[in-house]
Nanobody
Framework: QVHLMESGGGLVQPGGSLRPSCAAS????????MGWYRQAPGKERELVAT???????YYVDSVKGRFTISRDNAENTLYLQMNSLEPSDTGVYYC????????????????????WGQGTQVTVSS
């Protein structure tokens, strides 16, 4: 049975760092495309970063240079290293398993999402 569980969120001051993790079971993270999404209060869920089966990464402009998506195949876990956090990064962060990452001129999307985690809260505030 496919299952994703996030952890590692929390409260941090602006400029600080966090590293949410997403533990996977029922499949290997190295065999699929995966992504991180976030949902701020009163807003729609938005894509933050993706990683393909081959390890190619993509980031939305607002987090480029500050966030890094990675995976540990031995631990079967997906990570999102978040540095230089800003209040606008506040939200619930979700990991997702997809079939592939598709990129067009407007950016990239995680297609064929087949599983979501329950989310972990990230709050950036002084």
């Amino acid at each position: 049975q496919v299952h994703l569980m996030e952890s590692g969120g929390g409260l941090v001051q602006p400029g600080g760092s966090l590293r949410p993790s997403c533990a996977a079971s029922g499949f290997a993270v190295s065999d699929v495309a995966m992504g991180w999404y976030r949902q701020a209060p009163g807003k729609e869920r938005e894509l933050v970063a993706t990683i393909t089966k081959g390890g190619t990464t993509y980031y939305v402009d607002s987090v480029k240079g500050r966030f890094t998506i990675s995976r540990d195949n031995a631990e079967n876990t997906l990570y999102l290293q978040m540095n230089s956090l800003e209040p606008s990064d506040t939200g619930v962060y979700y990991c997702a398993r997809g079939e592939r990452v598709g990129c067009e001129g407007y950016g990239c999307l995680l297609w064929g999402i087949t599983a979501w985690g329950q989310g972990t809260q990230v709050t950036v505030s002084s």
